[in-house]
């Protein structure tokens, strides 16, 4: 199965026409593939490849391929195919780099960087999208509002290291037990806000309490430092309780709160 063939990088034509360099375009003739192949370059009439013309690929500064071109005649290739290729090569690096800046802004526009939850701004863009289509389709959705308890205080005490890991780690436990279909997204500090789709009141109050005392139980180790945390939750219901954003985080946030308060 060739999508399951790997061949190491220092068995390719180009690692043992370089010597091992890998540097630039080698023109690789019937007799060179012979010698460096274990295969018969013909058989029963069949026509093999019989001449390559094989160069690598960097992408900063790094082995990223190798693009290769061949050919059924032997010495197929010269100075003037090499140039072209080396322009070739050139574009292609071009476009990879520019590809890769590309995906590295849509990163940073769409996540947090220290959870790797998606961040506000496009948790605002998702929620408006979805607001549409409810409305276009009489659905309802809910909105969870999540704050760690007592962050302030676990930063003053351990540090703000401390309380990145914390912050990272109530982060993934949130998104590891979020359906396919959610929206989790860092609100803002200390705040999460999740995008819940068929759902029940009662189902997700259960389940985030279920996993709120979970986390409860679980010391979560930091070096030498050992804590418990925990955080509280608020719902709101789309359309019932608000029909904006806002409308529903202060609904949300008024009832979590409340339930902050009830625990103390």
Not at 227 to 243: E, H, L, V
Request: glycine letters at 4%.
């Amino acid at each position: 199965d060739i999508l399951n063939f790997i061949l190491p990088c220092e068995e390719s034509f180009l690692a043992r026409n370089t010597d091992n360099m890998m540097d630039r375009f080698v023109s690789i003739n019937q007799e060179k593939l012979g010698e460096q192949t274990n295969f018969n370059l013909e058989d029963d009439n069949k026509i093999f490849i019989r001449s390559t013309l094989t160069g690598p690929i960097y992408v900063e500064g790094n082995l990223y391929g190798i693009i290769s071109i061949d050919s059924f005649e032997n010495n197929a290739f010269d100075d003037e195919d090499v140039q072209t290729m080396e322009f070739i090569r050139k574009n292609i690096e071009v476009a990879i780099t520019n590809h890769k800046l590309y995906q590295e802004k849509l990163v940073l526009s769409r996540f947090d960087n220290l959870t790797s939850l998606y961040n506000r701004h496009y948790f605002e863009e998702q929620f408006e999208l979805n607001r549409k289509k409810a409305h276009r389709y009489n659905e309802e959705f809910y909105i969870v509002l999540f704050d760690i308890d007592h962050f302030k205080s676990i930063n003053d005490r351990y540090g703000h290291f401390v309380g990145d890991q914390v912050l990272k780690h109530i982060s993934s436990l949130l998104f590891k037990n979020q359906r396919e279909s959610d929206i989790l997204a860092r609100f803002g500090g200390d705040e999460f806000i999740g995008l819940l789709f068929q759902s029940e009141y009662d189902e997700l109050k259960t389940k985030y309490t279920k996993l709120n005392d979970y986390l409860l139980h679980q010391s979560l180790h930091i070096d030498n430092t050992s804590i418990n945390c925990s955080f509280s939750f608020g719902i709101a219901q789309y359309p019932k309780d608000g029909k904006t954003l806002d409308e529903l985080v202060k609904v949300a946030d008024f009832e979590m709160y409340k339930n902050k308060r009830s625990s103390r």
